[in-house]
């Protein structure tokens, strides 16, 4: 238990679907992020959010849309995806503006795309 | 910029073999180093750190040396056991960039421990 909690842990989706994933994180930190794990390749950075403002989008496609309402909560919304967005999808949060920007992970939400 | 290179895994040894998993980095500043840790179906764990030269992070009978002179932070383990099986990550944060709070990884080493 790494004071992240992510839900759903799995979802399948069809490709003309919109669901959220969500992500609260019980830490007091200020930084969150979205990360995409897929087979076989590296771990890739998608949003991050700083003190409730975003701070980096890595070219992520429009269909993902990502909210942070509070420093504690962190939704990626969802809609018309593609099967090639089948993967592990992971938060994560940190303390940011200190000098270790060590991040702790949730358990991922597997989503399946059809 | 900076990277993180990881050894390709998968790493297979037998129970309580000698485990080391190679990860070197470039980095423009002083970088902070770790490793984490993700076993299936789970996602990643901080499994140790090291902040400094020289500095040791040890965690679980896993250590890892910050080596500044050879920018190497090796992953080891006297004797690893079944439960050991896990993808484990080489990463860095360098607080000297803009992007400081961006943790850059490596491409993650599979190890597979055999009864």
């Known amino acids: 238990e790494t004071g992240v909690t992510q839900t759903p842990r799995h979802l399948v989706m069809g490709m003309t679907n919109k669901k959220s994933l969500k992500c609260e994180q019980h830490l007091g930190h200020n930084a969150m992020y979205w990360y995409k794990q897929s087979a076989k390749k590296p771990l890739e950075l998608m949003f991050v959010?700083?003190?409730?403002?975003?701070?980096e989008n890595n070219s992520v496609p429009s269909r993902f849309s990502p909210e942070c309402p509070n420093s504690s909560h962190l939704f990626l919304h969802l809609h018309t995806l593609q099967p090639e967005d089948s993967a592990l999808y992971l938060c994560a949060s940190s303390q940011a503006q200190t000098s270790l920007y060590e991040q702790y992970f949730g358990p991922g939400t597997r989503l399946t795309v059809t | 910029g900076n990277s993180v290179t990881q050894m390709e895994g998968p790493v297979t040894l037998s129970e309580e073999a000698f485990l080391t998993i190679n990860c070197t980095y470039t980095?423009?500043?002083?970088?902070?180093l770790f490793w984490y840790v993700q076993y299936p179906g789970e996602g990643l764990q901080l499994l140790l750190k090291?902040?400094?030269?020289?500095d040791k992070g040890s965690n679980k009978g896993f250590e890892a040396t910050y080596r500044k002179e050879t920018t190497s932070f090796h992953l080891e383990k006297g004797s690893v056991q079944v439960s050991d099986s896990a993808v484990y990550f080489c990463?860095?944060?360098?607080?000297?960039?803009?992007?400081?709070?961006?943790?850059?990884f490596g491409s993650g080493t599979r190890l597979l421990v055999r009864p």
């Open positions: 980095a423009t500043g002083y970088p902070s």
């Open positions: 090291a902040t400094k030269a020289d």
């Open positions: 959010y700083s003190l409730e403002e975003r701070v």
């Open positions: 990463a860095l944060s360098d607080p000297s960039e803009d992007s400081s709070y961006k943790l850059i």
